[in-house]
């Protein structure tokens, strides 16, 4: 089955405390995304990358890194956690072309005490 | 700038009848792709439908349709015959020829189908 995975799904930590939420796509597809949602604000883009080695940033990167070793994997570090990074979040890939869509993972939601 | 605008954020519909759920985009771009997706309460991120700039009809996937207005920049997503399932947020998404792999999202709306 095509998918993508996140982990963990739900997860509850303290300020400071680094931590990775991975993420593993098993459609061969070039691209990838991180985003974050929140409450009347949407999905904003964290991170992409667009193929192996090749990562840049979105429209909120702050307080966030990720790499791509594989092309199927792209987890999302959190180096030192704070409370405003509290949040939904998801991956997606994609091909890359122009009539198709991301394809998401189930979510990740994190709460920074 | 890209930007995706959802100004209804929140919507009642009786269960049978039609909604219409608005989104305003804009963009300089030429080449630009529009997608609708929903979020039910369980927080899947779930795929709907496509428009894409130089479509010259609208869009259709089942009870969804597209109801796509180039000139006023326009992408209202059409639920018929609307079920309980319904239920969800909706996100609008655009992503442009400027780089096709970065989506632009709306703020969303939440339909609440009444039975």
């Known amino acids: 089955e095509a998918q993508v995975t996140q982990n963990p799904r739900y997860l509850i930590t303290v300020t400071g405390k680094k931590l990775t939420v991975t993420c593993s796509q098993n459609?061969?597809?070039?691209?990838m995304s991180w985003y974050r949602q929140d409450p009347g604000l949407g999905l904003r883009q964290i991170y992409y990358?667009?193929?192996?080695?090749?990562?840049d940033k979105g429209d909120v990167p702050e307080g966030y890194k990720v790499s791509r070793k594989e092309k199927r994997n792209f987890p999302l570090i959190l180096e030192s956690p704070s409370p405003n990074q509290t949040s939904l979040y998801f991956c997606?890939?994609?091909?890359?072309?122009?009539?198709?869509?991301?394809?998401f993972g189930d979510g990740t939601r994190l709460s920074i005490l | 700038a890209q930007k995706i605008t959802q100004t209804q954020p929140g919507m009642f519909v009786q269960e049978k009848e039609a909604v219409t759920l608005d989104c305003t985009y804009d963009?300089?771009?030429?080449?630009?792709?529009l997608f609708w997706y929903k979020q039910p309460s369980s927080g899947e991120m779930i795929f709907l439908i496509y428009?894409?700039?130089?479509?010259?009809q609208n869009a259709t996937e089942g009870r969804y349709s597209l109801n796509f207005q180039k000139a006023r920049k326009s992408a209202n997503l059409v639920i018929s015959a609307s079920q309980l399932g319904d239920s969800a947020m909706y996100f609008c998404?655009?992503?442009?020829?400027?780089?096709?792999?970065?989506?632009?999202f709306g703020s969303g709306t939440k339909l609440n189908v009444k039975p």
């Open positions: 990358s667009m193929n192996v080695e090749v990562t």
């Open positions: 963009t300089s771009d030429q080449s630009y792709g």
């Open positions: 459609m061969n597809h070039e691209y």
């Open positions: 997606a890939s994609s091909d890359g072309l122009p009539n198709q869509p991301q394809h």
């Open positions: 428009q894409g700039s130089y479509d010259e």
């Open positions: 998404a655009m992503s442009t020829e400027y780089n096709f792999n970065k989506f632009y």
